[in-house]
């Protein structure tokens, strides 16, 4: 591997590490060219695929979006999706609240889960 594409790589992991949530390619990109101003959009695919195979990042899909990326290992956690600033906030603790929701004489395997809204600063603002 090049120093270069080392370069790249240090700066897209930078800036998965630093975000709370999940980001586009087009955050992904601009929040890592002012690192590597070099950075290209195919490059951010190419090494978030890399990443991906190796199980380092994971894809969040919202229903009709381009997917969003983040760093896996993170547990299980949902989002929280505020229509205004259309940022997502990371949602835990939905152990137990689900099964309540199963049918009798159902076994749930797995679960997806958004919640949409205002966050408390656009409701502040708004
Ligand atoms: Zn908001
Ligand atoms: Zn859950």
Redesign the pocket.
Known sequence: MSPRNTAQRAAILDVLTETEAPLGIEQILSKGQQAVASLSQATVYRILKQMMDRGHVATVQLPGQTPLYELSGKGHHHFFR??????MFEVTGCEGLVDQLVPRGFALEDHDLFLYG??????RNG
Do not use: M
Request: proline share 0%.
């Open positions: 505020c229509w205004q600033c259309e940022q205002l966050c408390a600063t656009c409701r």
